[in-house]
C-alpha cells in the first residue's frame, strides 16, 4: 500500500474544555481534515483530486485506531482514538476532526501556535483502498471512495503543493491512446527510435525536424531547461503502434523500476519523484496492475521481482 497525504485549507479552531473537577485543560483543536466533493489544488501536472462521501466510512470505525500527530511524526502524538482523545466523525461536510491535546510541552506549543495563526491547517496520512480516474475538461481527477487512515495532522507547511512546486518536470500522464499488446517485450532502443521518427515533421527522426512537446509524451520526466537535447528525457515507456503513440505494458514497469531505483536507478531531482512515480503509478492502474509502494526497501524487492519475472529492459 502507499503512504499517501492530502490537506486543506479549512481553518482550525479552538474550542474551550474543562476536567469534570474544575482544572483545566487544553483548549480541543476541532477542524476539518478532508472536505468532501471539492477539487484538490493540482497535485500533479494535469491532475487534481476529490474525496467522496462514505471515504472514511469504514477507516472510522469501531475497530479503527488513528493518532493524531504534528506533521505527520510519531514521536509528535497529540491524540488517539483508541484512548478518547481523539474523535472523528464523517458528517455531510466531510471528517470532522476534535483533539484533546496532552498538557505537555508539545501539546500547549501547538495550541499556543494555533492561537497565533502560525498554524491552521490538517492534514491526514491514509491507503487508497478504492478509487475512479476521469476527465473532466482539461483535468484528469482522481476520485479518492474509500481509505484506510493512518492519522491525521496539524500542519506547519502542506505537504503536497510543496511536492508539485518541486514537480514540474514531471510530464502529464494522458490516459487515452492506443496499447500494445500486454505480453510484447520491451526494447528500449527500438522503441526510442520509432518514437523519435513519430514525432518528427519529416519522419527522419532528427533533432532539427523534431517537435519536441510531441516527443516528450513518451517519457515520464525530461529537463525544461534542455528541452531540445535527447539526453534531456528520461524513463520511456511508450511505443509506437499504427502511428499513434501507444501504451506500454513491460516499458511502464521497467522504467517503475528504474524510477525506483533498479539497475542504478536514474538521476532526476528529488523533488520530481513523486510527480514521476505519480504518472508510472497511472500507467500502472490503466493496464489494471497493483502499484508498487513509493520509495521503500519493500517497493525495490518488488520490482526486483518483477523485472526478473518479464526479463525486462529499462
Not at 474551550?16 to 483543536?29: E, F, K, M, Q, R
Amino acid at each position: 500500500m502507499e503512504l499517501e497525504r492530502l490537506y486543506h485549507h479549512q481553518k482550525l479552531d479552538l474550542e474551550a474544555s474543562s476536567l469534570p473537577d474544575g482544572a483545566n485543560l487544553p483548549p480541543t483543536i476541532s477542524g476539518y481534515a478532508a472536505v468532501f466533493d471539492v477539487l484538490s489544488e493540482e497535485m500533479y501536472p494535469g491532475v487534481k483530486y476529490r474525496i467522496a462521501p462514505g471515504a472514511f466510512k469504514t477507516a472510522i470505525g469501531a475497530d479503527s485506531d488513528v493518532r493524531a500527530l504534528v506533521n505527520h511524526d510519531p514521536n509528535l502524538l497529540l491524540a488517539r482514538t483508541k484512548s478518547g482523545t481523539l474523535s472523528l466523525v464523517e458528517d455531510d461536510k466531510g471528517l470532522r476532526v476534535k483533539i484533546l491535546p496532552p498538557n505537555t510541552v508539545a501539546g500547549r506549543d501547538i495550541v499556543e501556535m494555533l492561537r497565533r495563526g502560525d498554524i491552521d491547517q490538517m492534514s491526514f496520512g491514509f491507503s487508497t483502498r478504492d478509487e475512479a480516474w476521469a476527465t473532466e475538461g482539461d483535468w484528469k481527477i482522481r476520485t479518492i471512495k474509500d481509505v484506510e487512515l493512518f492519522d491525521v495532522s496539524v500542519v506547519t507547511f502542506p505537504a503536497f503543493p510543496q511536492t508539485f512546486a518541486e514537480a514540474l518536470s514531471a510530464v502529464p500522464f494522458a490516459s487515452g491512446g492506443a496499447k500494445v499488446d500486454e505480453a510484447s517485450p520491451w526494447d528500449a532502443a527500438a522503441a526510442l527510435d520509432r518514437v523519435r521518427r513519430w514525432a518528427s515533421s519529416d519522419g527522419s527522426g532528427g533533432k532539427d525536424a523534431m517537435d519536441w512537446a510531441k516527443y516528450r509524451k513518451a517519457f515520464a520526466w525530461y529537463d525544461p531547461e534542455n528541452a531540445e537535447d535527447f539526453g534531456a528525457y528520461k524513463l520511456p515507456h511508450h511505443d509506437i503502434l499504427n502511428d499513434q503513440l501507444a501504451h506500454h505494458w513491460r516499458g511502464t514497469a521497467a522504467a517503475m523500476g528504474v524510477m525506483l531505483g533498479s539497475r542504478g536507478g536514474v538521476d532526476i531531482p528529488a523533488g520530481d519523484r513523486r510527480g514521476v512515480y505519480n504518472h508510472l503509478a497511472a500507467e500502472y492502474r490503466l493496464w489494471d496492475k497493483e502499484v508498487p509502494p513509493f520509495g521503500d526497501a519493500s517497493s525495490l524487492a518488488y520490482m526486483g521481482r518483477q523485472l526478473r519475472c518479464h526479463r525486462l529492459e529499462p
